[in-house]
């Protein structure tokens, strides 16, 4: 069973009023609010969903009429990123009006499982959004570094260590994706020609590896401002696939073509929605006086230590437990790198279906 953490933030603006005061409580009491929080989402339908426990415990402590639990659109409830099964989250953001009561964050907590925190509550402009005030959003993928090992080594080789030539090799690759370039071959159902296949990319690179349990890790981190379903899994999936020596390096630029190329996507477990960004907002909003930036200074350290306490064993964990990313590597061979996919699904090459993970990692239009 995979899982996954979530962290969100939302923001909050006009006066602190109780419930039943002034009239319509649903007109004038409730306000924008701004709140982050954690939960393990398990990608399963028969478990609920971040909102329902979300929404169910801002109905407990208060914060929204029971009637707007029933329907979210009457709170303005917004998320900010999208995250599917199998994808974790330690920033996320979501908008909605709430009552400011007292000791709001406590009394909110308080009806929340463990798993889930929110983390913070800030002040908003009227009619905010957090999807569509985001700038850009940042992911961060956990794999085990034997997943860059050549492919003549044994597929799950525990003892393997990234060398700093070979780091140096992926982070040259990852910084091809830096700038714009048509992503349609990272995702499923655009075209070449769809104007939204084209996404802007600030950095992504490779971090310094670490040990866990006996076994290598690295953290890729990328950071765009926008990302469709698959896109990054099939970023990490096809460096992956060079390194190892499957794919020649060429194959890269040639998946920003016209062409249909056959680019195999990385398991979803390793992927974690790190932070989402708000520079334009916080610009004009910031420090006028009235709004806080949008910002994770305050909660960065609660972030850093859900991510050791919490996320990071539970990849690790999960990946030694289901080896998702030793079997999704055992599937490399199958791909045909040197032709489009049209022509590798006519000659019978069977292309594999991605495993132990999620149906996608960013926004979708």
């Known amino acids: 069973m995979s899982v996954a953490a979530h962290t969100c933030n939302l923001s909050a603006s006009g006066q602190r009023n109780q419930p039943g005061q002034h009239g319509d409580p649903h007109l004038q009491n409730i306000k924008p609010v701004f709140v982050s929080f954690f939960q393990r989402n398990v990608g399963s339908s028969q478990f609920k969903t971040i909102e329902d426990d979300l929404v169910s415990a801002l109905v407990r402590s208060g914060c929204i009429p029971e009637n707007h639990g029933e329907d979210m659109r009457k709170m303005s409830f917004q998320r900010c990123a999208r995250t599917d099964k199998g994808v974790s989250a330690a920033g996320q953001v979501v908008s909605l ?23 913070g509550l800030k002040r908003v402009t009227g009619g905010f959004n ?64 769809e104007p939204s296949a084209r996404r802007y990319i600030l950095e992504m690179y490779c971090e310094e590896p670490f ?9 890729i981190r990328v950071k765009g401002q926008s990302f469709m379903m698959h896109q990054i899994r099939k970023m990490v999936g096809l460096v992956v696939a060079i390194v190892k020596g499957y794919a020649p390096e060429s194959v890269l630029e040639r998946s920003w073509g016209t062409e249909k190329v056959d680019v195999p996507k990385a398991p979803g477990l390793g992927l974690v929605l790190e932070r989402v960004h708000f520079e334009k907002y916080n610009q004009r909003f910031g420090n006028d ?64 279906s991605p495993l132990g993970g999620s149906e996608g990692d960013g926004d979708t239009d």
């Open 289 to 352: 006086g009235l709004h806080e930036p949008l910002d994770w200074v305050q909660e960065e350290g609660k972030v850093a230590a859900f991510k050791e306490e919490h996320i990071y064993p539970t990849i690790i964990g999960t990946e030694r437990d289901e080896r998702s990313m030793a079997q999704w590597l055992s599937t490399l061979p199958v791909h045909n790198f040197s032709a489009t996919a049209l022509t590798a699904a006519g000659t019978g090459a069977k292309v594999p």
């Open 97 to 119: 009006k709430v009552w400011l009561i007292d000791d709001i964050l406590e009394k909110i907590n308080s009806h929340l499982p463990s798993h889930i925190r929110i983390l």
């Open 130 to 193: 957090s999807k569509n005030r985001c700038d850009a959003r940042t992911y961060c993928y956990l794999l085990p570094t034997f997943a860059f090992a050549h492919k003549d080594r044994d597929v799950q080789d525990e003892t393997y260590r990234l060398s700093a030539e070979t780091l140096q090799q992926v982070n040259r690759l990852l910084a091809c994706y830096k700038g714009t370039h048509n992503f349609h071959n990272f995702t499923s159902q655009k075209g070449p020609q």
């Open 211 to 219: 040990v866990r349990e006996g076994l290598e890790f690295a953290v």
